[in-house]
């Protein structure tokens, strides 16, 4: 306890030092500084060091009387001061009033000068300041997966359109080998909400177009990025045939340099129950794990190597040794990131 | 429509020679040419160059906007003239007089021209939306107002984002008695911008998409194992906040190349004197987004005017001049050789140099290239002064909150800290203890091994005219998501409904800005000068943009002295465009205007 009081009075006090030197008034007549000890701007002085007892009680006071915008709050020790702090001034009491601002007028000056309907437009030209109304489109995985015998390929894109908080996302992924039907292959499309400043809320629908029966599903899910700037997403997924599937999926860009750069990346599924006909067995469906390391000549252009590990898990995993396959794939990855 | 102009480096490397018949520079922004004199200013002498030569003074001026193309090395796109020129012509009036300014636009689309600085009557300022409707393709619109004031001032379009594409030009005003305080023998305008040959708007597009797509100065794994930048520490308490620390500017080197009067490092704009004049410089920063590092190595300057008010004088080796501000200097070079005139992006990710040559020909030194900025926690918001007091020095993150900050709020986003703002997917950030940064060197300059100017350096030479207290004071909070690059007042935007900020007619009022962001904002207001609450009063500086450095906060006092509606807004042209902005408005009490 001592300590944080400690550390709590030389926060406040530097701040009192600061005003003081910027503000003749501060300084000269302290009868004007209700409440503030002197004790605070001593040990202010002193740069803070020699903090002992009597300068903590002072500073209890001092709060009050300053900084506004400091940001005390959450000051478990000093109580009440915290919430005092947002609505008092930034400077002494003394030198500014608290008179109430005048209501927001509704009256347009300028239409005593100006034509008023050329006004009106104006207004509502200026009234759209800060609206913003975009699109991108990025190519995040073209590649090519040389494996033994059946070379492969996969792709994953995604692109949008609208404004900050509410867009329409259209993303696309799939693999497969040539020579062979497709694999696997969807198109998403989902109304993306912003959330918070981090998170998105993603509500649409998917449409499967690999082999086998063709499936759509209504897509629920977040997406956004993670502290440590992780790139996630998670989504839950209902067929037409009442089959429900979940995706995780995660990945981070590593800048080895400006311009190379390595992403490892992750995506985990599991379904609810058995769904025969896809060969996907209830729980933990399948892994994936990647490492690309691109290199950005721009942006919107960069070619990358790596490698691309899949692996079928549980009761899909016995499903496709029955069906004769390898539930383990790994294959050197080469490809194009590309941005529009 | 005009044909467009084509200007490019391969021309200008004809040489100064060649230039001085070039028609696409006005004269002033020529290099080599001999500058305006002192003289200027005394009564008798008629400007210089009256309406020839890019100058444009009297009392009947006419400027015409128009497409053109402009380049810059091998930077080439489309952009906006006056007259044909880049940067627009020089309009140098006296105070006192009055003015008519006919401005045509052939333009396919809106335009207008704002007089930054000038105090004019509202319906004359220039904001299409507030002060008039303004200038429909095709259409003549006629500016008249009455010169009541002195200094170095500028213009540019408030229409779409076409200042970025070159509509900007020089305002100087001769005081009506010639400033005795500040005498000079020659003087120079230095319009310092950045040129990209990137729309802007598509600019705006990109960093929607990606925050940092400019930023190729960013930490490394590379870096990290050389010990550069932050430890690694640092870095992972920084990336769990989603914070990069080498976020300075959102537009950069990468796209922009720097130009004084037009002209890049290269063409070397070069101004002339001879050694142990006097020279006056009146540096305008006319970027769109780009905060310059002002200096001339070897050469100390003396401030003497800011925001075109006069400042007592004040020597310097180097000041950052953020968007839309001025500043007079006088500099006396008693060498007769070059000196460079550099102006360092602020995030470093370049630079342009001009010349002071006592002969044409000569360039100065370019000086090595600074490390690019790391932004610390008192860019963050968190007033660290008060905390070096333990043994070690060193600000542990690591630790709970309740022990190493003795119970203050660190999170990032306490939005109860802020009760103004709004929350939404726009406010990444509240500043958790913003401190008063008026008195703090800016970005990148805070360690440097020589004078650097900060606005408590400023002092007013004549007193202020309203030395009333504030009645009152209010908290404008500036917020932004760096990822969604989304950027906003008290977390809203004009578009989202936010409401003017009220003023009565000639109530004195303390505006907070309080800096919820990583990024200096250079604030402007229109129609006003303001009293920053720095140093004593009576003599505090008054300007009309002043720059709130990351995570800090500024106030100023404002006497609301002119009736009308006023744009309030970040300098930042891109910050602007996407919300960072509110309308002020000022009407006698109980009335409209």
């Not at chain 2, 578009?495 to 200096?520: C, Q, W, Y």
């Amino acid at each position: 306890m001592r300590n944080m009081m400690l550390a709590a009075a030389a926060l406040m006090a530097t701040p009192a030092v600061a005003q003081e030197a910027q503000d003749p008034h501060a300084g000269h007549d302290m009868s004007q500084m209700q409440g503030i000890d002197h004790s605070g701007h001593d040990m202010g002085a002193t740069g803070g060091a020699a903090a002992d007892e009597q300068a903590m009680e002072g500073m209890d006071h001092s709060m009050h009387a300053q900084a506004a915008t400091d940001g005390s709050a959450d000051a478990t020790p000093m109580d009440h001061s915290a919430h005092m702090g947002h609505t008092m001034p930034t400077v002494p009491d003394s030198e500014v009033g608290n008179a109430p601002p005048p209501p927001a007028p509704t009256d347009h000056p300028a239409d005593a000068f100006w034509d008023r309907q050329r006004m009106v437009q104006a207004r509502a030209d200026l009234a759209s300041e800060g609206r913003f109304f975009g699109n991108a489109l990025i190519l995040d995985r073209l590649e090519y997966r040389p494996r033994n015998g059946r070379n492969g390929y996969a792709w994953q894109a995604m692109g949008w359109i609208g404004g900050d908080i509410d867009r329409l996302a259209v993303e696309t992924e799939g693999d497969g080998a040539f020579g062979s039907p497709l694999e696997t292959g969807e198109v998403r499309a989902a109304w993306r909400h912003a959330l918070d400043p981090w998170w998105n809320f993603e509500l649409g629908v998917r449409q499967d177009f690999a082999a086998g029966p063709d499936r759509t599903y209504g897509v629920i899910g977040i997406e956004g990025l993670a502290p440590y700037w992780f790139e996630v997403g998670a989504h839950a997924f209902v067929s037409n045939k009442g089959d429900v599937h979940f995706r995780v999926e995660a990945e981070h860009d590593m800048r080895l340099t400006q311009r190379l750069i390595l992403q490892p990346s992750v995506e985990l599924d599991a379904a609810a129950q058995d769904v025969p006909e896809l060969h996907i067995g209830s729980g933990f469906e399948k892994i994936e794990l990647g490492a690309r390391l691109r290199y950005e000549f721009v942006r919107e252009f960069a070619p990358y190597v790596g490698v691309h590990w899949e692996r079928k898990l549980g009761e899909t995993a016995r499903l496709a040794r029955v069906d004769g396959e390898n539930p383990s794939q790994l294959s050197a990855v080469i490809g194009l990131r590309m941005w529009f | 429509m005009d044909k467009p102009l084509i200007l490019n480096r391969r021309r200008l490397l004809m040489g100064a020679g060649a230039l001085a018949t070039m028609p696409v520079f006005p004269l002033w922004a020529q290099s080599g040419h001999m500058g305006g004199h002192g003289g200027h200013a005394t009564k008798s002498g008629a400007p210089a160059g009256r309406n020839t030569g890019g100058v444009l003074s009297g009392e009947s001026i006419a400027l015409s906007i128009g497409a053109a193309k402009f380049g810059v090395g091998n930077r080439s796109g489309a952009a906006v003239a006056v007259n044909g020129s880049i940067p627009a012509p020089l309009i140098r009036l006296r105070e006192g007089q009055k003015v008519r300014i006919a401005v045509t636009n052939t333009l396919p689309e809106q335009s207008s021209i704002h007089w930054h600085g000038l105090l004019v009557p509202f319906q004359m300022d220039g904001v299409p939306g507030l002060s008039f409707p303004g200038i429909d393709p095709g259409e003549t619109f006629t500016y008249e107002f009455p010169i009541t004031h002195s200094g170095t001032f500028w213009y540019h379009s408030h229409s779409g984002m076409q200042e970025a594409e070159g509509l900007y030009g020089p305002i100087l005003i001769d005081p009506a008695e010639p400033d005795a305080a500040a005498p000079f023998d020659r003087e120079y305008v230095l319009m310092l911008a950045d040129w990209s040959p990137m729309n802007p708007h598509e600019q705006l597009r990109k960093l929607k998409a990606m925050g940092g797509y400019f930023n190729w100065q960013r930490q490394t794994v590379g870096g990290l194992l050389k010990g550069k930048d932050q430890s690694l520490k640092e870095r992972l308490e920084w990336a769990k906040m989603r914070m990069d620390a080498t976020d300075i500017s959102d537009v950069t080197g990468a796209t922009y190349s720097y130009v004084i009067n037009g002209h890049d490092t290269g063409a070397n704009w070069t101004a002339l004197f001879r050694p142990g004049e006097r020279i006056k410089l009146r540096i305008i920063n006319a970027s769109s987004m780009t905060n310059f590092n002002f200096r001339i190595p070897g050469l100390p300057m003396t401030v003497v005017a800011a925001d075109g008010c006069n400042v007592q004088p004040v020597e310097t080796d180097e000041f950052q001049i953020a968007i839309a501000e001025t500043y007079d200097v006088i500099v006396q070079p008693n060498d007769s050789a070059p000196f460079g005139i550099i102006a360092e992006a602020i995030d470093r990710s370049g630079l342009v140099r001009a010349t002071l040559a006592p002969q044409i020909g000569l360039a100065g030194a370019i000086p090595a290239r600074r490390a690019r900025p790391v932004l610390t926690m008192r860019d963050m918001g968190m007033d660290m002064s008060g905390m070096d007091m333990g043994s070690s020095g060193e600000i542990d993150l690591s630790k709970p909150a309740n022990e190493s900050m003795a119970g203050h709020s660190m999170k990032m986003r306490d939005l109860s800290l802020a009760p103004g703002v709004k929350a939404g997917p726009g406010v990444a950030t509240i500043s958790p203890m913003p401190a008063d940064r008026l008195a703090d060197k800016p970005t990148g300059l805070e360690d440097v091994d020589h004078r650097v100017l900060t606005y408590a350096d400023l002092r007013s030479r004549v007193a202020n005219p309203d030395l009333r207290k504030p009645s009152r004071q209010i908290d404008v909070n500036l917020t932004a998501n760096m990822e969604r690059y989304m950027w906003s007042i008290d977390g809203e935007t004009i578009s989202d409904g936010a409401k003017p900020i009220p003023f009565r007619k000639g109530e004195r009022v303390r505006v907070n800005l309080i800096n919820h962001t990583m990024m200096p904002h250079p604030i402007h207001l229109h129609g006003h000068f303001f009293e920053l609450v720095t140093g004593e009063p009576v003599n505090r500086p008054r300007k009309h943009t002043v720059n709130v450095l990351p995570g800090g906060k500024a106030s100023f006092d404002l006497t609301a002295d002119a009736e009308g509606d006023w744009a309030f807004h970040c300098h930042m042209l891109l910050h602007m465009h996407a919300g960072m902005m509110r309308v002020v408005t000022v009407r006698a009490d109980g009335g409209a205007a």
